[in-house]
């Protein structure tokens, strides 16, 4: 089954911390991962796909298929990070169906 | 930037009403999808639209939905009798080709 996984539903750092939100998919193909962020009252917003392998914000995010993951990580949180983040999949050659996982909303304090 | 950009903000229905949700997306996209989110819960894929058809669609999407393009610049979903657990965000998204969505700010459905 084609499924997405964000295991924490709140991270919560300070300013300046590491930030590492977790991101497991299952899927049989050869999937396309993707970040979506959504800052309070805005859309969502793609932050980061993983065949382009950029860093966006300061974010990067590694697809790694042995352990089917696609952890999103900024070295130092700023406050304006704080939002929700979705990880999210799809395949080459279908429809451009999304799957997303159940978000994680990034609380950055001062 | 161009946007996709929904319409209404936030719809209020009385149950068994239709609705129509409206949406229009970036000019040049070829690709066209909704999407819901219920409150508390996981963005959900509803529909895709291609080439003036519906390409795929969940099982979410029943005979109480459907999608149009009218003309050629509109995106709609209708509702055809709002049920209670169709309130939720609503959200339309486009792309150019089938790998890079941009979404709506995305319509607030409330069925009381």
């Known amino acids: 089954a084609q499924r997405v996984t964000q295991p924490e539903k709140l991270l919560s750092v300070f300013k300046g911390a590491p930030v590492e939100l977790k991101c497991n998919y299952s899927?049989?193909?050869?999937?396309?991962l993707f970040w979506y962020v959504q800052y309070s009252r805005q859309r969502l917003q793609l932050l980061l796909r993983h065949i382009s392998r950029e860093s966006i914000k300061g974010f990067t995010a590694d697809l790694n298929k042995g352990e089917t993951s696609f952890h999103l990580k900024k070295p130092f949180a700023q406050e304006e990070d704080s939002a929700m983040y979705y990880c999210?999949?799809?395949?080459?050659?279908?429809?451009?169906?999304?799957?997303f996982g159940q978000g994680t909303t990034l609380q950055v304090k001062p | 930037e161009p946007e996709v950009t929904q319409t209404p903000s936030h719809q209020v229905t009385q149950m068994g009403q239709e609705v129509i949700l409206r949406c229009v997306p970036i000019s040049n996209h070829l690709y066209f999808y909704w999407y819901r989110q219920i409150l508390g819960q996981k963005v959900e894929f509803l529909v895709s639209f291609y080439n003036n058809e519906i390409s795929e669609k969940s099982e979410i999407f029943d005979d109480q939905f459907s999608v149009e393009r009218p003309d050629g610049s509109n995106f709609t979903l209708k509702i055809r009798s709002t049920k209670l657990e169709d309130s939720a965000m609503y959200f339309c998204?486009?792309?150019?080709?089938?790998?890079?969505?941009?979404f709506g700010n995305g319509t607030r459905l409330t069925v009381t």
């Open positions: 998204a486009s792309s150019e080709s089938n790998l890079l969505a941009h």
């Open positions: 999210a999949l799809t395949s080459r050659g279908n429809t451009g169906k999304l799957i």
């Open positions: 899927y049989s193909g050869s999937p396309e």
